[in-house]
């Protein structure tokens, strides 16, 4: 288990943002793809970046348990709220993907939904959901990713290197999401790559990539 306090962050304006437009995002198809997403799982779950709670109406009757992790304190004091409502049983805990607060080998389940693209260091989360899964566990992913056109793979990286991650808490658009968790041991099991409905203007976070990878079948101690 990885040792310390929780680390937090506190971004007041991307949890507005936030807050003002997930539920836009979730009455137009992202209610399914959450959905999808969840779909099937049993055991115990940890869910990476759960921010204000957005998965849990999702969770199927077969989890056991849900552990939350969200460093922003506005969105961590939301989803506390709405795990109170949600079908099964979820505590929502404050730290960062890179220092889970879980023992090796605990969770049969990792979700990782729209947090990749924030992280400081990706392949220290993966480490991370690497260590705390089960072996043979299971990554769960909706993330948006780089793009493979090049010039809406320069637009994004232009928006990363300026205005994007100040307004959306750390986001990055142009990150090889995919490529970090498979050289991080993940083998993929199903993934499908899509692009969101567009309006005139590109939008540098798309496309997205959603589906589940496996962790290798070695024990904390063997890594």
Known sequence: MTGGAP??????????????????????????????????????VVEIGAADGRNFPHYPAGVREVVAIEPERILRERAGVAAREAPVPITVVGGVAEALPLPDDSVDVVVSSLVLCSVDDQRAAV??????????????????????????????????????????????TARDTVGTITDGGFEPVRLRR??????????????????????????????
């Open 194 to 223: 899509f692009r969101l409905p567009a309006g005139r203007v590109p939008n540098p976070a798309s496309p997205w990539v959603l589906g589940e990878l496996a962790a290798p079948a070695t024990t904390g101690a063997e890594r």
């Open 127 to 172: 480490g991370e959901m690497r260590r705390v899964l089960r072996p043979g566990g299971r990554l769960r992913v909706l993330e948006h990713v780089a793009a493979a056109r090049p010039s809406h793979h320069r637009l994004q990286r232009v928006m990363d290197a300026t205005v994007w991650p100040r307004c959306g808490g750390g986001c990055h």
């Open 7 to 44: 680390a937090t962050h506190h971004h007041p304006l991307f949890s507005r943002l936030w807050l003002l437009l997930a539920p836009r995002f979730d009455a137009h198809g992202g209610s399914d793809l959450r959905e999808e997403l969840l779909a099937g799982l049993h055991g115990r």
